[in-house]
């Protein structure tokens, strides 16, 4: 026999060492299925996304118009569209053609005296793939602040998003934490009153009016904010006056200077800290403010924290709808857990007394290859960071079943080369020779499959995809290539039979 069996041995021996090193000591994260945990179906409510969006619109065309002198009477926003009302027709094409260079993703629509303004379909769709990607990344943010380790917030399907919190159990503040639009903004207060009827008379189209956190009282705000949540630098955890939690915030330096001017412009005014459309508080503004602030609400602890960290993540481009949500408690996952170890050893049992019985010695080279198999797949899960999930178990159950296939192809291969009178040694080399290229085939396309299920796939068909990649891969190392040097040591001992 060749020298370099005893090189390929070695080799296997380090392998083998380096990947009881990693699984000792790189322990396996568990999916939601099997540590227990929350998990949430969102979609981002996308009118309201489109609705802030025309809003904005409207500004620029009213602001854009009014400049150049064009007759107009009013511009309007809606959720779907912006109305121009204008005097003059023959104002009418230069009116387009200012507005088009605003955005040029926009139709138009004519009628007399009338000018609908709507984003194009492909704008639209785009915009719905950039409030999602956006919604994705914040909400991820968040909860990597929440420390919860190995969350899951992916895409799922064409607008939705997919968030599972392994280990996590509290519901509501999950919710709370994810679904908070965090829409911060300071405006300047106009009136106020016990109730919105009382407004209602003085309400304009640069207006609105706002409740209260208590809704104990009514606000009637100017529409534009002078303070967003995208002019905070940073938000913490403090306290009011009275001792009781706040939440202390400070502004990046250009929007510190344009704050510091409005306070001095309106000092014994009222300031309204706006939280997802409701009013916290309305301080008078004493005196200049420059860059910091501070909310206060009645805040517990915990609330002043969480708002704390929302805030330092910024605010969703859109509210978060809850279609779903499914809480797996830690008995279950342990349960599953404890089935599916027994499902593998008996699985495991019946396997490599069957591989025995039907090949003899070289049945024990084939379980070796096999438990070889799953100490490479489980290595290489574990140094990638990868999440075991109950499917994922399944599919290292079924990796090992699959795995078997290629030392039965090859056996029964080297059995047929036996029986036309070749020497074991040249039986056991043209066996491996001409099954490898349906041994490869096989490999690359569970491969592929892998690739294709992980890609498309979600939650736990992702967790299948994974260990079956992974085994796909292990199992050329382990059932094709060192079966062979098994094979060869055992003939080498002459205890090879087949």
Known sequence: MKNYLWLHLLGLVILVLVSTYVVLTHPLNL??????????????????????EYETLAREIESSLSQEGFQVLEVKAY???????????????????????????????????LLVVKFTQAYAESLKDSIVNQSIEIV???????????????????????????????VERAKNIIGSTASLELRLVVDSAPSKEALETKLT??????????????????????????????????????????????????????FEEFTEKNIGKRLA?????????????????????????NFTAQEAQDLALILRTGSL???????????????????????????????SILLFLLLIFRYKTAGITANLSILLNVLLLLASMALLGATLTLPGIAGIILNMGI???????????????????????????????????????????????SVILFQFGSGPVKGFATTLALGTLASFISNVYYAKVFLELLYKLRVLKI
């Not at 968040?142 to 599972?164: C, F, H, M, Y």
């Not at 606000?219 to 939440?247: E, N, S």
């Not at 800290?273 to 609400?297: H, N």
């Open 31 to 52: 999916g939601l299925d099997l540590k227990g945990g929350i998990q949430f179906l969102l979609q981002p409510k996308f009118e309201v996304a489109f609705k802030r």
């Open 79 to 113: 959720p779907d569209r912006v109305e121009v009302e204008f005097l003059e027709e023959k104002e009418l094409p230069q009116i387009k053609e200012k507005i088009k260079n605003l955005n040029p993703n926009l139709i138009f629509e004519e009628k007399t005296g």
């Open 140 to 170: 991820r943010s968040r909860i990597d602040k929440l420390g919860v380790t190995q969350p899951v917030v992916s895409k799922a399907g064409k607008n939705r998003i997919l968030v599972e919190l392994p280990g996590f159990l509290d």
């Open 205 to 258: 189209k640069d207006t609105e009016i706002l409740p209260s956190r208590e809704g104990t009282e009514w606000f009637l705000l100017d529409k534009i904010p002078v303070i967003t949540g995208q002019d905070l630098k940073t938000a913490y955890v403090g306290v009011d006056q009275f001792g009781q939690p706040a939440v202390n915030f400070e502004l990046k330096s250009e929007s510190a200077k344009k």
């Open 273 to 297: 800290i706006v939280l997802d459309e409701k009013v916290v508080s309305a301080p008078v503004i004493r005196s200049k403010i420059s860059d910091r602030g501070q909310i206060t609400g």
């Open 317 to 347: 481009p859109a509210p978060l709808e809850f279609l779903e949500e499914k809480v797996v408690g830690p008995s279950l996952g342990r349960d599953a857990i404890q089935q599916g170890i027994k499902a593998g050893i008996v699985s």
């Open 403 to 449: 795995a078997v296939d290629s030392n039965v192809l090859i056996f029964e291969r080297v059995r047929e080369e036996l029986r036309l009178g070749n020497t074991t040694a040249k039986a056991i080399e043209l066996g491996f020779k001409r099954t490898l290229s349906a041994v490869w085939d096989t490999h690359v396309t569970l491969l592929v499959a």
